[in-house]
């Protein structure tokens, strides 16, 4: 049963990585590319970090599991939150969808 368990959170925290992956490459600007990467990216790497502390339940690995998770939540949207002002601050421009042209029913 514990096998079962410990292969579905990988298997989900690998495909919200992958989510993350397909995100940065196929978004159309930085914002957006930085929103799929820190959101999909932490919560699919703290689902396998529990994969790993399920499948090793030793509190050497507990420990060092519980940083990498406390670590990667401080950092990330700090991170994310100074690449969008420095993005912001360099006027780069933000993605605006294009409008479909309506025909008027006259």
Do not use: N, Q
Not at 14 to 43: N, Q
Not at 54 to 78: E, G
Request: proline share 6%; net charge positive; with cysteine.
């Amino acid at each position: 049963m514990m096998t079962i368990i410990i292969s579905t959170f990988l298997l989900v925290g690998c495909f919200f990585a992958l989510l993350a992956a397909i995100g940065v490459v196929r978004m159309p600007d930085i914002y957006c590319r930085m929103h799929s990467a820190t959101k999909a990216g932490a919560f699919g790497s703290g689902l396998i970090l529990i994969a790993v502390m399920l499948a090793y339940p030793t509190p050497h690995v507990w420990i060092a599991c519980l940083a990498i998770l406390f670590f990667f939540y401080l950092t990330a949207p700090v991170a994310a939150h100074l690449v969008g002002r420095i993005c912001f601050r360099s006027k780069l421009p933000i993605w605006r969808p294009k409008k479909l042209k309506v025909e008027s029913r006259k």
